[in-house]
């Protein structure tokens, strides 16, 4: 048996009226779920800006939002607005980004991958860094160099071979990973002799990352002591820790503050006496307690003796964590969000898969019902952004909310959009 949803689990404006009922911004959830329909991305802007702001506080004004945790247009912009560069890892975030109106110098550009066009799409954008993560992409620069007479700023990926202590499908700072240049096997220091050497790239200094949802703020000064090490006889003007900061998804977790990780980073500069600008980039930290996700239930399936399955209208395509990472989640009914939570379930999709959960052991107020609104919380980093059309099924609307109002910041999509693409 579980008690109330813990209340930390929710966004910051997040209250509770007379009746019992759940609203973020003013607004109230199942009115909501009315209005726009479900599955609904529900997102905090005030608690949305709060976490910029904490961040440009922490690292100063080159810190930039990971838009691989979410991003649509209105995102884009509202991280903009509050002071923060944005980090794009393809070429359809950064077209997303540009087409949102975001200047192109506050772009970062990251991927293991990078075709051409993309870095082509870069320079002729003129983004302000762009990340290089192999040689073969510093061929790809050399060559487009030589047809443009372009010379990018930027930033040599390394990797500190150092252990975040995460799941194993997120870590990346260890020797053995797909990502930049390995320090331990003098990688690293072949590609910034090749960039300092080239003229083909003007190198402004090294970024590492060493996972996503690291809750040992230490990692990262481990991280930064190899980085500054690392960087020191090649006097680089920038340093980025990236990102990867955790975030607590379920009752009894708890995780640092982005202010807490900028007091590690900035002590450990301190330490190491540090001079170059050092900043990070933040995703779920900004965005993951922002939002909750609205369901309908739609089946509630009693095996007497064994478990009670509570089938919604979303599943594996708006939220593939639990499948991908085993990740846990909470859940509530937003009409009774202090409501004791006596009845075990099993929160499921409606894809045609046995695998298809999102909460393997979750609890419910005993009066659940079929047509009831369902919530998840934690859910604004890594479910729209991961999501799919399997089963052809529709994405979700995300609608932001503040001050009273809701605004549909991404639309539903229809069963025509399914078909749009076909030749």
């Not at 320079?123 to 993560?133: K, P």
Request: charged residues 20%; aromatic residues 6%; hydrophobic residues 45%.
């Amino acid at each position: 048996m579980a008690g109330p949803l813990p209340h930390a689990l929710l966004p910051d404006t997040a209250e509770v009226g007379a009746d019992g009922g759940t609203s973020i911004g003013g607004c109230d959830l199942v009115d909501l779920a009315d209005e726009f329909g479900t599955p609904l991305f529900v997102y905090d802007e005030v608690h949305l800006r709060a976490r910029c702001r904490e961040a440009v506080a922490a690292f100063g004004e080159g810190v930039a939002y990971a838009g691989k945790a979410f991003l649509c247009g209105a995102m884009a912009r509202l991280v903009v607005e509050e002071g923060m560069h944005l980090d794009v890892a393809t070429g359809g975030e950064l077209y997303m980004a540009r087409h949102a109106g975001i200047q192109a110098d506050r772009l970062v550009l990251h991927g293991n991958n990078k075709s051409e066009r993309e870095l082509e799409m870069a320079i002729e954008e003129g983004v302000g860094r762009i990340v290089v993560d192999s040689f073969d992409e510093l061929d790809r620069l050399d060559a487009l160099h030589a047809a443009t007479g372009a010379v990018p700023r930027v930033l040599l990926r390394v990797t500190p071979g150092v252990e975040a202590h995460t799941h194993e499908y997120v870590t990346t700072g260890q020797d053995d990973s797909k990502f930049g240049f390995t320090v331990s096997t003098g990688l690293a220091a072949a590609a910034v002799e090749r960039a300092l050497t080239s003229g083909t790239v003007d190198l402004v200094g090294v970024h590492a990352h060493i996972g996503s949802q690291v809750f040992e703020v230490g990692s990262f000064g481990r991280a930064l002591e190899v980085l500054a090490g690392f960087a020191a006889p090649y006097d680089l003007a920038e340093l980025s820790v990236g990102g990867g900061l955790g975030v607590a998804y379920v009752e009894g977790e708890s995780a640092p503050s982005i202010t807490q990780w900028g007091e590690v980073v900035r002590s450990a500069c301190e330490v190491l006496g540090v001079t170059a600008r050092v900043s990070a980039e933040p995703g779920r930290a900004i965005a993951a307690a922002a939002a909750v996700t609205l369901y309908r239930v739609g089946t509630i399936k009693d095996l007497e003796g064994i478990r009670t399955y509570v089938a919604v209208d979303g599943g594996m395509s708006d939220n593939p964590r639990p499948v991908l990472y085993g990740s846990g989640y909470e859940t509530f009914l937003p009409r009774a969000v202090a409501a004791e939570r006596r009845r075990p379930v099993r929160v499921v999709g409606k894809h045609c898969e046995s695998g298809d959960l999102l909460v393997r052991e979750g609890w419910v107020p005993d009066d659940l019902a079929v047509g009831d609104v369902l919530a998840t919380p934690v859910t604004g980093a890594y479910g729209h952004s991961m999501g799919s059309n399997y089963n052809q099924v529709l994405r979700p609307a995300v609608v932001f909310v503040a001050d009273g109002e809701a605004t549909r910041v991404v639309r539903r999509e229809t069963y025509e959009d399914l078909v749009r693409r076909e030749a």
